[in-house]
């Protein structure tokens, strides 16, 4: 029996209207965990953009955790931040949210890199791509038997991410991820965002 749960990302730009899409995606119930990922936005657009997302999250119970910036993170009274290899340090984003704050660790395919985020203290570990992605260039391709040797030997969190749709992500589940990232599976769904979560949510409860 998996407890997996839908970990959702913004997509890398945004317009002012997206705030009440989010909001109808996050009605569903299926999200536990939203991160704020506006890669292609430019900083002067973030204070108008990010608040009402904060207060959408806050509204139905969903964890939100700003991509790779822990000032913002503070700032916008978040519940945590998720940074790369290539960001903040661990440290100064453990520092920045305190010991109540989470922080989430990319991992790539990285088993060395996600035992040592876990001794550090990271509240969770993400391993991707574990499919093709269009959202980012990936820099590694993560396997479903990483996702099972970690569910298995740790007690620390996984997040699968990369690619993963409600066609695919069935194997990702049943192998013992925790949560599911996923944004162009829901933004860029066929049938739109609401019927993804809802497809997600089908799966996740079947479990």
């Known amino acids: 029996m998996s407890n997996c749960q839908l970990y959702l990302l913004t997509p890398p730009r945004i317009d002012a209207g997206f705030a009440e899409l989010l909001d109808s995606v ?3 119930g299926v999200a536990s965990v939203l991160q704020i990922r506006l890669k292609d936005q430019p900083e002067n657009q973030l204070p108008g953009l990010i608040p009402p997302l904060v207060k959408a999250a806050k509204r139905h119970g969903v964890s ?3 991509n790779d910036r822990p000032d913002l993170a503070v700032h916008y009274a978040m519940d945590g ?7 903040a340090p661990y440290a100064e984003a453990r520092a920045a949210l305190g010991k109540t704050g989470i922080v ?7 088993r060395h890199l996600a035992m040592t985020a876990a001794e550090k203290g990271a509240d969770y570990v993400a391993f991707g791509a574990m499919f093709p992605t269009a959202t980012k260039s990936p820099k590694a391709s993560a396997s479903v038997e990483l996702i099972e040797w970690w569910s298995e030997v740790f007690e620390v969190p996984c997040v699968a991410i990369g690619g993963i749709t409600p066609e695919n992500a069935s194997p990702v589940i049943e192998a013992g991820a925790d949560f599911i990232a996923v944004s162009g599976g829901v933004w860029n769904h066929p049938a739109g965002p609401v019927e993804a979560v809802r497809a997600f949510g089908a799966l996740l409860s079947a479990r």
């Not at 931040?81 to 960001?87: A, N, R, T």
């Not at 989430?104 to 990285?110: K, L, P, Q, Y």
């Open 26 to 28: 996050l009605a569903e």
């Open 64 to 66: 939100v955790l700003m």
């Open 81 to 87: 931040v998720h940074i790369g290899q290539e960001d």
């Open 104 to 110: 989430g660790v990319t991992c790539h395919d990285s």
